[in-house]
């Protein structure tokens, strides 16, 4: 099994400002390419977390005492870090979207480039699946999802078009969309495929919901000073991060007490996301759309102020 290098590597492993004797979680594991280089940068006292739900991920586990591996999706962070009796952090890296490997994998069916059951799911075990979602949802439902998980243009006449052909027949594979797509597809094929089965992707795994999850247990279980770390690929989940690194919330706006005081849970490491270097990109594609946002935990003091 072949993943690629980690996308924005030394960047990223470089906002976790590692110390000696800390504890970090690594919250998309994937091919390891990340635990193993927080691996390297930590010394014989520190703890390592990998959090991933995918069973494709396990021959890729590193023997080493000091990391623990959650076979979970990274939502339940806090739920599983005190399960293992670990209440702070000092660190959290999470790279976000689909791995390599699964848009590699045709079986997966993630990508329009193979033969393959619609399938997209990360976690094997979960009952909707994109063959199920394209199948059932109504036009109304779907439009939602090509709108605003993809921002595709013309999503309530690809909608109704689905809606429609499966009337005829069921759509079951890659192939089926594809020919049922085809002759809606605006501007260039590519761009506009990778948006709608981006769009199936995110819905079918619930990657919104989780992300806001995440990050909200992210700012619990990190110690004020901690690091977050999150790599983005898509400006849908890149807009979720830059506002909840600004206010502790979705809304972008900060929290103000009643004398108008505002509270701002992060100091904003990166005013500017970091991109990778042209560089990168020629040796790993996949690192092409992704933005690097990082955050440091700060004190609540509105815990210590007076009553």
């Known amino acids: 099994m072949t993943y690629h290098d980690p996308v ?5 492993i470089n906002a976790l400002m590692i110390t000696p004797g800390s504890i970090h979680v690594d919250a998309t594991f994937g091919g390891g390419g990340h635990t193993r280089a927080i691996l390297e940068r930590l010394d014989e006292n520190s703890r390592l977390f990998g959090f991933d739900q995918d069973e494709d991920v396990l021959p890729n586990l590193p023997n080493d005492d000091r990391f623990t591996f959650v076979h979970h999706n990274f939502k339940y962070l806090k739920r599983f870090l005190k399960l293992h009796g670990v209440t702070e952090v000092d660190g959290i890296l999470a790279d976000l979207g689909v791995s390599s490997h699964q848009l590699n994998e045709a079986e997966r069916g993630f990508s329009y480039r193979f033969e393959a059951e619609l399938d997209m799911r990360m976690n094997q075990q979960d009952a909707l699946s994109a063959k199920e979602l394209v199948n059932s949802y109504s036009a109304s439902e779907l439009q939602r999802v090509f709108s605003d998980y993809g921002e595709v243009r013309n999503s309530k006449t690809l909608a109704e078009a689905i809606v429609k052909e499966r009337e005829l027949k069921p759509i079951h594979t890659t192939s089926d969309f594809l020919r049922v797509a ?3 597809i605006r501007g260039q094929r590519l761009r506009y495929l990778s ?5 199936i ?10 992300l806001k999850t995440f990050l909200q247990e992210s700012l619990e279980v990190l110690k004020p ?6 790599i983005t ?4 989940e890149d807009r979720f991060v830059k506002k909840f690194l600004k206010a502790g919330n979705f809304d972008g706006e900060p929290e103000k007490d009643f004398y108008g005081n505002i509270y701002r849970p992060f100091k904003v490491i990166t005013k500017k996301p970091i991109l990778p270097s042209k560089e990168e990109i020629k040796i790993n594609p996949r690192a092409r759309s992704a933005s690097l946002r990082v955050a440091e935990k700060v004190e609540d003091k509105r815990k210590h102020g007076k009553e």
């Open 201 to 210: 992707r995110i819905e079918v795994n619930d990657e919104m919901g989780v």
């Open 233 to 236: 690929y898509h400006s849908i």
């Open 195 to 199: 948006q709608v089965f981006q769009a």
């Open 8 to 12: 924005l590597k030394d960047e990223s």
């Open 225 to 230: 000073g901690g690091r977050l770390v999150v």
């Open 182 to 184: 085809g002759p809606y």
